[in-house]
């Protein structure tokens, strides 16, 4: 119930949905002769695209995520392996195609793949499957092998999770996978503006990971201004933006975390 419900509402409150959805409404206001309505819902419909496509808020709203939790300053010495969480393949086309493209969250599996040779005794995990409520797409465990192997990384180092539907179940099927021992230290790969939220999950998972943040879309020194950015990379970062706020709400009032926004340590 969980999972679908997250879905339907990170589908209505992206941007371009609400600009639709405000528009629609707007049109069957001046329908029914609703003047004021008829007026007010296209202007919401007008402030969103604006807020949205040519100004720096999806910037702003991302970089306090992004800059929650940082790499460590020395990279940590014994490393038991390497978790890295899927969302980073186009699941539809590689389904078909039985290649391994990525989207625009690919620095994930590319940072393991460095973190693979800087730690070449590390077991590299991927946990992720078909995440969509309504599309085809082949899971990110089951092609990141593919990929991996053909970077070079031993078939025998790499085990995945396949079952998992969004971060929740990337961390309770991760860990029943793992079962991870007292003193182990696991690396957690992730979008740095989705690290906030996936560390909240894994320590009220009872696994206890290291933060290395990956897939930055700030530069660090954002400001409330006019965009200075493309209109299309500023829709996506104000959509990924609500998303993860309104995730981090949603799951604590769920009681799947114990803070809205974790701390570091």
């Known amino acids: 119930m969980f999972f679908v419900a997250s879905k339907i509402v990170g589908f209505v409150i992206q941007p371009l949905n609400l600009i639709a959805l405000s528009l629609a409404v707007g049109l ?14 296209p202007a919401v419909a007008l402030f969103i ?51 391994y493209e990525l989207n625009n969250s690919g620095d994930r599996i590319v940072e393991a793949a460095i973190l693979a040779r800087r730690y070449p005794d590390a077991e590299i995990v991927v946990t992720g499957g078909n995440g969509s409520l309504l599309l085809a797409g082949e899971g990110d465990a089951v ?8 970077l070079g990384v031993a078939r025998g180092r790499l085990r995945m999770e396949a079952r998992s539907r969004n971060t929740y179940e990337n961390a309770v099927f991760t860990r029943d996978l793992l079962k991870p021992q007292a003193g182990e230290k696991w690396l957690l790969v992730t979008s740095a503006f989705h690290m906030p939220r996936s560390m909240a999950l894994f320590r009220k998972a009872g696994f206890d990971v290291v933060a290395w943040p990956s897939d930055y879309r700030t530069a660090g020194d954002e400001r409330l201004s006019l965009a200075r950015d493309n209109a299309i990379d500023c829709l996506q970062n104000m959509t990924l933006a609500i998303r993860e706020w309104v995730g981090l709400v949603a799951y604590r009032l769920s009681g799947k975390i114990d803070r809205v926004f974790p701390a570091p340590g």
């Open 49 to 99: 695209l604006v807020v949205s496509a040519w100004t720096s808020t999806g910037s702003v709203l991302l970089e306090p995520l992004e800059n929650r939790f940082a790499r460590p300053a020395e990279p940590p010495q014994n490393v038991k392996g390497i978790i890295v969480l899927g969302g980073f393949f186009e699941g539809g086309i590689n389904l078909v195609r039985g290649g």
């Open 143 to 150: 092609t990141a092998p593919r990929l991996l192997e053909a």
């Open 28 to 41: 069957a206001a001046s329908l029914l002769r609703l003047r004021r309505l008829a007026l007010f819902f």
